[in-house]
């Protein structure tokens, strides 16, 4: 199994940023891409940016130019820096990892972490 556990999220006034981490822990565990996903309420969760194992990134649209998503593959961290937040960034934000474990591959998902933009 791979653990993941998020921190960062938090309230914060429109204009301004945060930056998520996620840390994975799991023995035996090779990592392949990592990525934030967000699900506001009422809405269905979608998919904020993801990393490839290599650093090739992709970023929905809405969040290009404005978040920034890295990875530390020596401590299988994966980060996401936000600014220029604005209200409509508020959700629950969820990293995951695609890993192989034990020759089984797998998404697994953080716990999630609460961002709130205020306007």
């Known amino acids: 199994q791979v653990q993941l556990v998020e921190s960062g999220g938090g309230l914060v006034q429109t204009g301004g940023s945060l930056r998520l981490s996620c840390a994975a822990s799991?023995?035996?565990?090779?990592?392949?891409?990592m990525g934030w996903f967000r699900q506001a309420p009422g809405n269905q969760r979608e998919l904020v940016a993801r990393?490839?194992?290599?650093?090739?990134?992709m970023y929905a649209d809405s969040m290009k130019g404005r978040f920034a998503i890295s990875r530390d593959n020596a401590k299988n961290t994966v980060y996401l820096e936000m600014n220029s937040l604005k209200p409509e960034d508020t959700a629950t934000y969820y990293c995951?990892?695609?890993?192989?474990?034990?020759?089984?591959?797998?998404?697994?998902w953080g716990q999630g972490t609460q961002v709130t933009v205020s306007s």
């Open positions: 995951y990892v695609d890993a192989s474990v034990l020759g089984s591959f797998g998404r697994f």
């Open positions: 990393i490839t194992s290599g650093g090739k990134t």
């Open positions: 799991g023995g035996s565990t090779s990592i392949d891409n």
